[in-house]
């Protein structure tokens, strides 16, 4: 079993209701929500999201599936890493779980499974992400921080083969992570509203002996990619906070931070 957590804000300028919509049918097609659990957290979008999100919800128990998928709504804009953490509040101990964008459409059916599988192969994996087709990482990169490797994971006969990718970054359009590692790390942390949660995350978890890796052969599309006024903000946003990012990035590495973050 794991769990879902979603952040939407959605407003009436930057226009990603249709993307919410279509993350949503997503999810409504290949994830079995009589094994899974959704929380999604609005940080106070449009009423046009809002009423896809209950729309979805209203759908989700029509199927009699009930306490599968609920809405917290904090009434403003938390931003991207305390929306998630609120969610992953309700985080069982061993319970799995995954910070999802809005913003996304995965291909397949079982990729929870197939994500939780790489996890109970090796649980020395505190990060399963799927890859994008815009991620750089590859085993044959010049630059060791995107350099990455290929390799598989131990099996018993019998078994499916899980090929995995290992890296230093994992991009957190759909991430899985462990219990054990959140056991060992906590929650996310960024400087602001925006900017290098992921990065910290995936920072933490090698710092803390965990390995790091996609699913590079589960196919997903990230379909927010015309470059609109938010993007433009958010990368702004993020920027400002560049020279703390670095500083941050120190603190772990020599210990002066714990890895350890619960708001």
């Given at each position: 079993m794991a769990l879902i957590a979603m952040a939407v804000y959605d407003t009436v300028e930057n226009k990603r209701t249709s993307l919410t919509a279509l993350t949503l049918e997503c999810l409504a097609n290949t994830v079995d929500f009589s094994k899974h659990r959704l929380i999604i957290v609005d940080n106070d979008s449009c009423?046009?999201?809002?009423?896809?999100?209950?729309?979805?919800i209203k759908n989700i128990d029509k199927d009699k599936i009930n306490n599968r998928v609920a809405l917290i709504q904090p009434r403003k804009n938390l931003g991207t890493a305390e929306a998630i953490n609120q969610a992953w509040k309700f985080r069982l101990p061993e319970e799995?779980?995954?910070?999802?964008?809005?913003?996304?459409?995965?291909?397949?059916?079982?990729?929870?499974?197939?994500?939780?599988?790489?996890?109970?192969?090796?649980?020395?994996?505190?990060?399963?992400?799927?890859k994008r087709k815009d991620c750089w990482e590859n085993p044959d990169h010049k630059d060791p921080f995107y350099k990455s490797t290929l390799s598989f994971l131990p099996h018993s006969p019998g078994e499916s083969w899980i090929p995995v990718e290992e890296v230093n970054h994992v991009m957190g359009t759909c991430v899985m992570h462990s219990a054990k590692l959140l056991n060992t790390i906590g929650y996310l942390y960024q400087p602001k509203l925006y900017?290098?949660?992921?990065?910290?995350?995936?920072?933490?978890?090698?710092l803390a002996g965990f390995r790091n890796v996609f699913l590079p052969y589960i196919n997903i599309d990230?379909?927010?990619?015309?470059?609109?006024?938010?993007?433009?903000?958010?990368?702004?946003?993020?920027?400002?906070?560049?020279?703390?990012?670095?500083?941050?990035?120190?603190?772990?590495?020599?210990?002066?931070?714990?890895?350890?973050?619960?708001?």
């Open positions: 009423h046009s999201t809002l009423t896809v999100l209950w729309e979805f799995n779980a995954i910070k999802m964008d809005n913003d996304v459409i995965i291909h397949s059916k079982g990729w929870i499974e197939d994500m939780e599988a790489t996890i109970a192969r090796d649980p020395q994996i505190g990060q399963v992400g799927l900017g290098f949660d992921d990065s910290f995350m995936s920072l933490r978890s090698k990230h379909i927010d990619t015309d470059p609109n006024e938010y993007q433009k903000w958010k990368e702004k946003h993020a920027a400002s906070c560049w020279q703390e990012y670095h500083k941050i990035v120190e603190e772990y590495r020599t210990g002066k931070r714990p890895l350890y973050y619960e708001p």
